[in-house]
């Protein structure tokens, strides 16, 4: 179990905000939605795959440690994505949160609300597109070197404009359809039991990721606003 989540608990349980979880396989367009629906929602916008890259980058104890396993290729053991999800949560602890793209497996999520409770969140969205349409997504993504930002490639260059800062945009390394395929076969596999589980605890919505952002986030967002529409929480925090 997680120290740092644990000592997150207490503080968590006065959280009067939503809660929301987002999953959904790479490619489906999450980045995007999360960070569209945590300005609808006006909570911390929370990514497990964007705070470990910060960590590593900056050097910070966690980061040191995560560093050993990507660099090796191996996959971050759950305590040390516990960690450090859970250093993020205790700002949020009035504020509500989106968690995107955590938990990650079922021991993630058993642990999360072993700790936190059922009110660890109010709703968890799979943003489900078929895998054979987000491998073409993710074959066409070509990532900035000067901002980071996301710009598809239309016609199969290996270089684009990025749309956003107008930096180039190359494909990365690791986005090959070999490498590609991988990755989508080991979300499904440590995925598909915890969406079952939380769909055991009626948490569960599955939307529809296929059309434009808009159309998306529509489906989100009526989904995420019915839902916590229904939900009773504390008037305010304790001190």
Not at 200 to 228: C, K, M, N, Q, Y
Request: glycine share 10%.
């Amino acid at each position: 179990m997680s120290h740092l989540l644990m000592q997150t608990a207490d503080r968590a349980r006065v959280a009067i905000g939503p809660r929301v979880i987002v999953l959904g396989r790479q490619g489906a367009g999450k980045g995007t939605q999360c960070a569209r629906l945590a300005r609808h929602l006006g909570v911390p916008h929370i990514s497990s795959g964007d705070l470990f890259r910060a960590a590593i980058a900056a050097g910070t104890p966690l980061g040191n440690q995560a560093r050993r396993y990507v660099d090796g290729g191996a996959l971050v053991p759950d305590d040390l994505v516990l960690d450090l999800v859970a250093s993020h949560l205790s700002d949020a602890r009035t504020t509500g949160y989106l968690l995107d793209g955590f938990p990650r497996t079922l021991a993630q999520g058993q642990a999360f609300f072993e700790v936190l409770g059922q009110g660890a969140a109010d709703v968890a969205i799979e943003l489900d597109v078929p895998a054979d349409a987000v491998l073409q997504r993710l074959l066409a993504r070509r990532v900035c070197g000067g901002c980071g930002s996301t710009t598809a490639s239309t016609n199969g260059e290996e270089e684009v404009t990025c749309r956003s800062c107008g930096d180039a945009a190359r494909r990365r390394d690791d986005d090959t359809p070999e490498a590609i395929t991988r990755r989508l076969s080991l979300y499904d596999e440590e995925s598909g039991p915890l969406l079952i589980w939380l769909a055991d605890r009626a948490l569960l919505v599955t939307v529809d990721g296929r059309g434009s952002p808009d159309e998306v986030f529509a489906r989100i967002a009526a989904e995420v606003d019915a839902r916590l529409a229904a939900v009773e929480r504390p008037r305010g925090p304790t001190t």
